[in-house]
C-alpha cells in the first residue's frame, strides 16, 4: 500500500490561497489520489480525486505531476469555516483506504 | 437525498459489556466499511462489505469484533467484552460500488467506562 506523508499542520488568514502538498512515492498504477476534510466530531468528507495532471471542482482543484509521487490540495480564498483536517489518501478503493494523520488547517482571521 | 446514518451518536458502556453499533448506507450503495478513529489520528480501516459478504475483515484488531450486513444494506459492528481502549469514534462510509467515492456517516462515539 502506498504511504503518504503530508505537514502535521498549517496556518493561514481568511483570504489566502491554501496549498498541502502530500508525498506518495511508491503510489501504484492503478492508484487514485483522493482528499478528504474532517472537522471535529463529523466524518471525514470527500474533496476531490484525481489520477493526473489538474483536477478542479467547486471546493477545490488537485495538481499531480506527472510522476505521480506527490500531489498538492489548492484551496482557494480560504475562510474561517476551511478550518479542518485534510487527509491525502492514495489507493484503488475498498480496503486500500489508509488514511495517515492528515494536515490540521487552522485559518485565521 | 439522505445520507450515511449511524445510531446510537454516542454510546457509553461499562467494561465488559457487549455493544451494537448500526450504519444505515445510501440507498443503493453496494461497498459499506467500517472505521475507528482515535483522539487525534486518521480513521483507521476495519472492514468492508461489497454486498451481504466481508470482503476485507484485516483491520478487525481481534476477534472481540464483528460486523455483519444480512441484506445487503444496513450493517451492525458488534464488540463483545467491551475494553477501555476500545474507546473511540466508529465511523461507517459506502459507496456507490467498490471502486468509487466513499461517503462518511457522522459517526458513533464509543466511551468505555
Known amino acids: 500500500l502506498a504511504k503518504t506523508t503530508q505537514p502535521i499542520s498549517m496556518d493561514s488568514y481568511e483570504g489566502q490561497e491554501v496549498n498541502i502538498t502530500c508525498s506518495h512515492n511508491?503510489?501504484?498504477?492503478?492508484?487514485?489520489i483522493t482528499w478528504y476534510q474532517q472537522f471535529p466530531s463529523q466524518g471525514p468528507r470527500f474533496i476531490i480525486q484525481?489520477?493526473?495532471t489538474k483536477v478542479t471542482n467547486e471546493v477545490a482543484s488537485l495538481f499531480i505531476p506527472a510522476d505521480r509521487k506527490s500531489s498538492t490540495l489548492s484551496l482557494p480564498r480560504v475562510s474561517l469555516s476551511d478550518t479542518a483536517v485534510y487527509y491525502c489518501?492514495?489507493?484503488?478503493?475498498?480496503?486500500?483506504?489508509?488514511f495517515g494523520a492528515g494536515t490540521r488547517l487552522t485559518v485565521k482571521p | 437525498g439522505a445520507g450515511v446514518s449511524q445510531t446510537p451518536s454516542n454510546k457509553v458502556t461499562e467494561k465488559g459489556k457487549y455493544v451494537e453499533l448500526r450504519c444505515d448506507p445510501i440507498?443503493?450503495?453496494?461497498?459499506l466499511y467500517w472505521y475507528r478513529q482515535s483522539l487525534g489520528q486518521g480513521p483507521e480501516f476495519l472492514i468492508y462489505?461489497?454486498?451481504?459478504?466481508?470482503?476485507?475483515d484485516s483491520g478487525l484488531p481481534n476477534d472481540r469484533f464483528f460486523a455483519v450486513r444480512p441484506e445487503g444494506s444496513v450493517s451492525t459492528l458488534k464488540i463483545q467484552r467491551t475494553e477501555r481502549g476500545d474507546s473511540a469514534m466508529y465511523l461507517c462510509?459506502?459507496?456507490?460500488?467498490?471502486?468509487?467515492?466513499?461517503?462518511f456517516g457522522p459517526g458513533t462515539r464509543l466511551t468505555v467506562l
Open positions: 462489505f461489497q454486498g451481504t459478504g466481508a470482503a476485507d
Open positions: 489518501l492514495v489507493g484503488d478503493f475498498g480496503n486500500d483506504m489508509r
Open positions: 462510509a459506502s459507496s456507490l460500488n467498490l471502486a468509487d467515492t466513499q461517503y
Open positions: 511508491n503510489i501504484a498504477t492503478n492508484d487514485y
Open positions: 440507498s443503493g450503495h453496494t461497498a
Open positions: 484525481g489520477y493526473k
